[in-house]
């Protein structure tokens, strides 16, 4: 039987059957695995993500126990699912930008975090990273899930240990290498979203401009969002002697997928791969993520489970280096504290639409490229009108920022 395909000419745009078989080579490396058929459909009822396009690759194969049955209409057959992401149809260069990027970490660098990593694993397998698309495990299929809106405190601290263990990869690969990672892989993993020379500029410009419209709208001095801006810049360069990481850059919820009853979380979407200060992905996660009214009381656990987790991490795989003390990560904390703050306000107006307010805000691809690179201030502040929580959560955030640099 030859393969074929539902939707073939849409799969093998994407994907050859010589790469589908070269993914279940990596799966049954022992086995000739005999194709049966494979095809694309969307991943879930919003296949356009704001950087990509999400499908799910199925691929039926005939049970690699019963490969060697010649009689095939008797022997049994198994459904393999995979989760894909491909560049969208009409990229701006920093959609394109993006996405390579990814697809050169996973193909790239991903091997060599992973080369004699022995703890548990922090992202998703690939099996295949291209110019264009990326083929990931299907994590639903072992039990992951996105979590909702609000992560739960067990849910945080399997958030913040995961980052930890990616962060020890990190490092550790460096101690192997024993040059800095932005030197090995020149011209990748630069600043993205708090870089204003980039090719992100439109997206942090429409971005502040927001965050400014928000603090006139409540009578808070917009020219410390600004201030904030410059010094967080500043802050996340990766300064030689210090501890820089290759950092997600993207802690948000949405972006981490949990198995229940097993504790254990998965990051996801390494489209803002970024070398730097290991705390601002930490940071950041804490300001995405820890409704502010829970802030201080859950902060320290969580900075804490993350040095534990780290030196934990570090320890076992006989790293060379200083191992993290609980003094120098509570004032790296602090010190990036303003980073977390203005990553926040730049994220939460994308990141909170949610429903009938991010169905209306990208349903029209044209609207949602303006609303990201050209003008996002009239949408937010319309938006507060229909969603109480939205507002509530982009000016608390704003309202932070403002105070927090008054208090200077």
């Known amino acids: 039987m030859s393969p074929n395909s539902n939707n073939g000419s849409i799969?093998?745009?994407?994907?050859?059957?010589?790469?589908?078989?070269?993914?279940?080579?990596?799966?049954?490396?022992?086995?000739?695995?005999?194709i049966l058929n494979y095809f694309l459909e969307p991943f879930s009822d919003e296949p356009f993500g704001y950087l990509s396009m999400h499908n799910l690759l199925t691929v039926e194969i005939l049970d690699p126990d019963e490969s060697r049955s010649s009689q095939l209409e008797e022997a049994k057959t198994c459904t393999l699912t995979f989760f894909v992401k491909s560049m969208l149809p009409s990229p701006t260069v920093c959609q394109k930008l993006l996405f390579e990027e990814e697809s050169k970490f996973f193909r790239e660098v991903v091997p060599q975090l992973l080369e004699n990593y022995k703890s548990e694993f922090w992202a998703a397998e690939c099996y295949l990273a291209k110019q264009n698309v990326i083929v990931m495990e299907d994590l639903r299929v072992r039990g992951f899930k996105m979590p909702s809106i609000h992560l739960s405190e067990n849910q945080l601290i399997l958030s913040v240990a995961s980052l930890a263990r990616f962060h020890a990869s990190s490092m550790l690969l460096e101690e192997k290498l024993k040059e800095p990672l932005d030197k090995v892989y020149p011209g990748h993993f630069e600043e993205k979203l708090l870089n204003i020379e980039g090719v992100g500029k439109k997206w942090l410009i429409t971005g502040m401009e927001a965050i400014e419209a928000v603090a006139k709208s409540v009578r808070l001095d917009p020219t410390n969002c600004w201030s904030a801006y410059r010094e967080s810049l500043d802050k996340v360069k990766p300064v030689p002697g210090q501890?820089?990481?290759?950092?997600?850059?993207?802690?948000?919820?949405?972006?981490?997928?949990?198995?229940?009853?097993?504790y254990t979380c998965r990051l996801v979407d390494f489209q803002m791969v970024t070398y730097r200060f290991y705390a601002v992905d930490l940071v950041q996660l804490i300001y995405l993520n820890v409704d502010r009214d829970v802030r201080c009381e859950l902060e320290n656990d969580l900075i804490q489970v993350y040095r534990k987790v780290l030196n934990q991490c570090l320890r076992s795989h006989g790293y060379g280096g200083r191992l993290m003390s609980s003094d120098e990560l509570v004032k790296d904390v602090e010190e990036m504290r303003v980073v977390g703050m203005i990553l926040a306000a730049l994220i939460f107006p994308i990141a909170l639409l949610n429903g009938e307010l991010k169905e209306e805000f990208t349903k029209d691809p044209e609207q949602l490229k303006r609303y990201m690179y050209v003008n996002r201030k009239d949408f937010v502040l319309s938006a507060f009108e229909k969603s109480d929580e939205y507002r509530d959560k982009i000016m608390g955030i704003v309202k932070d920022l403002t105070d927090f640099m008054n208090s200077r």
Not at 243 to 262: A, I
């Open 243 to 262: 501890k820089n990481v290759l950092s997600h850059g993207d802690t948000w919820c949405n972006n981490m997928m949990f198995r229940e009853g097993m």
């Open 11 to 34: 799969c093998d745009n994407f994907i050859s059957l010589d790469e589908v078989s070269t993914i279940l080579g990596k799966l049954y490396p022992s086995s000739n695995v005999k």
